[in-house]
Antibody, heavy 124, light 110 residues
Framework: QVQLVESGGGLVKPGGSLRLSCAAS???????????MSWIRQAPGKGLEWLAY????????HYADSVKGRFTISRDNAKNSLYLQMSSLRVDDTAVYYC??????????????WGPGILVTVSS | QSALTQPASVSGSPGQSIAISCAGT?????????VSWYQQHPGKAPKLIIY???KRPSEVSNRFSGSKSGNTASLTISGLQAEDEADYFC??????????FGSGTKVTVL
């Protein structure tokens, strides 16, 4: 059974940093070229915003313009965990952050499993 | 990359059918058959209900169906039930941006 659980959220001041973790179980986040991992967020009362992905091989990353240069996605294969290092945080980064498993292929491009989410609040 | 356009709200009575539109452009919805739909109940994580435009995960009710015409994708819920009351988001491959989500639609069962 696929399970994703985020941790590491909380209250941080503007300009600060935070690292989110996503522990995966039921599958390996590495080694499958068709399985990528993504971070997606949802500001309070708003829609979903994709932030970043890491390819199954670990060789490719891609970021949304809104977080490029401030956020870094990475993983620890031994711990089967995904991370999001966030720096230079702004008030508008306040959101629930989800990690999601991403299915990729010539005709496939969707998120088939999501974690419950973790709240990050950026406020002075 | 702008968000895909969805109606803010759609409502229907139990047993009725409703449709939710997801308007994009020739750069996203119109160019790829890569639209997915997600259902989100309050305080919960999104759940995949449609992928590759019209396919359903095995555990999702066949009351949910997806289609596309030109630059607009649609999600139809037939035989509306109380448990279908939730927010629904579409998502498409966006070319320059791997993923672009819709603005979201709140479905109310009257």
């Amino acid at each position: 059974q696929v399970q994703l659980v985020e941790s590491g959220g909380g209250l941080v001041k503007p300009g600060g940093s935070l690292r989110l973790s996503c522990a995966a179980s039921g599958f390996a986040i590495s080694g499958n070229y068709r399985t990528y991992m993504s971070w997606i967020r949802q500001a309070p009362g708003k829609g979903l915003e994709w932030l970043a992905y890491l390819s199954g091989s670990g060789s490719s990353t891609h970021y949304a313009d809104s977080v490029k240069g401030r956020f870094t996605i990475s993983r620890d294969n031994a711990k089967n965990s995904l991370y999001l290092q966030m720096s230079s945080l702004r008030v508008d980064d306040t959101a629930v952050y989800y990690c999601a498993r991403q299915v990729v292929g010539p005709t496939s491009h969707y998120f088939d499993s999501w974690g419950p989410g973790i709240l990050v609040t950026v406020s002075s | 990359q702008s968000a895909l356009t969805q109606p803010a709200s759609v409502s229907g009575s139990p047993g009725q059918s409703i449709a939710i539109s997801c308007a994009g452009t020739s750069n996203d919805v119109g160019s790829y058959n890569l639209v997915s739909w997600y259902q989100q109940h309050p305080g919960k994580a999104p759940k995949l209900i449609i992928y590759e435009g019209s396919k359903r995960p095995s555990e999702v009710s066949n009351r949910f169906s997806g289609s596309k015409s030109g630059n607009t994708a649609s999600l139809t819920i037939s035989g509306l039930q109380a448990e279908d009351e939730a927010d629904y988001f579409c998502c498409s491959y966006g070319g320059s941006s791997p993923f672009v989500f819709g603005s979201g639609t709140k479905v109310t069962v009257l």
